[in-house]
């Protein structure tokens, strides 16, 4: 799993013209933190977890990750993912639970 991870993160940085694909953030990323709801992050599909984070907006949504929220890193402890590509993450988040 761990070298998936890695291989998919490697892929993301070779392709930086290429849209960034919000799935393959998540799956390499968010996932791992999102799929058990560690530190009550908001569960990945899981509408009820999500509803009241939607209320805020995108802009709030995307400011989070960025930033960092709670138990949540800034850039989520990533460094080398672009703004573009964590945005990507929260929009196919987003787009699980609407
Ligand atoms: C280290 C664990 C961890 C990782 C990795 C992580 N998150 Fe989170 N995330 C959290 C936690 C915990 C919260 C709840 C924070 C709070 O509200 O206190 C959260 C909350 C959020 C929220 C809701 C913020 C809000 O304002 O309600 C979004 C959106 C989000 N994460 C997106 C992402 C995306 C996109 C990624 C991958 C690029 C990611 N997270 C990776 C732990 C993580």
Redesign the pocket.
Known sequence: MKRLNCALIVGLLASPAVAAD?KA??DA??????RTG?????KTGNKEH?A??LT?GLP??????LEG?????P????EE?TDE??????D???GLVK
């Not at 929220?69 to 890193?73: I, L, Q, V, W």
């Not at 590509?85 to 929260?90: F, R, S, T």
Request: charged share 25%; hydrophobic share 40%; glycine share 10%.
């Open positions: 919000g953030v998540h990323v968010c996932y791992k933190c999102h560690v530190d009550d992050a908001p999500w009241p984070r805020q709030a949504l995307y400011q989070a990750v929220k709670g138990a949540m890193d850039r989520a402890g990533r993912l590509e964590l945005k990507a993450g929260v196919y988040l987003v």
